[in-house]
């Protein structure tokens, strides 16, 4: 999907459906200029709420957990700002993001392309639409036709998300959000939804040390089939405790459930397996940002391992020069000696200069 359940932003293009690519709550965005949205309300979305043109300036929007998708066309971006509230929503623990099948998105844009007119024709009636006000208006042909223009593009990209929301209602089947789950299937996918995240979010996969593009296909059909698995096993388990509070304690409906209970322990540890799996692929993604972090490390003493050469040379040299300093010290102290005898000579010769007479000058 476009943007990601679970996520705190909204690219300022596209259609979103809300909990399957975006969270309900307050979004802001910090320069709305020119731009739009609609929120799509309703069960089906058909009785969508719109502004549009949007002030400059931020701006706001309220989507609510009941809203079916949302379109925006801004410049920027949207962030959340306030999450919404669900009633009966799961506080305590991670709360796993809801999960769609992920040819779904592909599929339903095929059917929007599907309802669009040829190409030819959009061009066609945009030089008849200014032909005809042109012939009709005159001089002011351009003050109509151009909002008419403008209206007619909005009021068909709202159409085509229409038609991408009755579509998407006719396929519940095709995704899952967290409701759909018991606490033991949230709880399972919330772990591998964290694994999955670390995997995507490495390092070495951002840089396509890990095969970006099997990740890309393999990740999120792993994801969608252990929802799937998660939803029919938590089906079942409120199926077998209605069952079970129905029938009270008669021993023949307790020996009857055994064996499916056993079955249905099976499929979760074979769930369980397979998100640990996951959990272990995340976690050599992890060692492996780790080792790539220590060998850029390694470059970077590398790189500056010359400086290291060049000061142990002039180390050496500085030793060689020992000698050399060492014999000018010497000579050093045998200038200090001949110099005091100088000096010690100049004394005595003082010494023997005549006493002027007082009061005469030299």
Known sequence: MASGAGSNTIPGTGTFFVGIDIVPGRYRCDDGKGGWWVRFTGPDGDDPVGSWPLPAGPTEVEIEPTDFAFETRVGTYWRLVAPGHVAGQRRSGPEPRPVADPTLRAELDGIVAARRPPPWLIPLLV??????????????????????????????????????????????DRYLVPEDLDDDGRALLARAQQALT??????VNREGMLDPVDNAVTLPRQEWEIAQALARQSRLRRRQHELAESAGSIPEVAAAMRPLHH????????????????????????????ALRAHRQLEKLAEGAHEYDELLAETVRDDLALPVIERLAEQGEVLVHVLRARLAEAAEAGGELPVSPPGKGD
């Open 127 to 172: 030089v008849a639409l200014f032909a005809g006000g042109a012939a009709v208006l005159g001089p002011l042909w351009l003050l109509y036709t151009a909002p008419a223009g403008i209206t007619g593009a909005v009021g068909a990209r709202m159409v085509d998300d229409l038609v991408r929301a009755r579509a998407l209602s006719r396929r519940r």
């Open 198 to 203: 670390a995997v995507q979010e490495s390092q």
């Open 263 to 290: 079955k249905l322990e099976l499929s979760v540890r074979a769930v369980t397996r397979r998100v640990e799996a996951l959990e272990r692929y995340a976690e050599r993604a992890r060692a492996a940002d780790e």
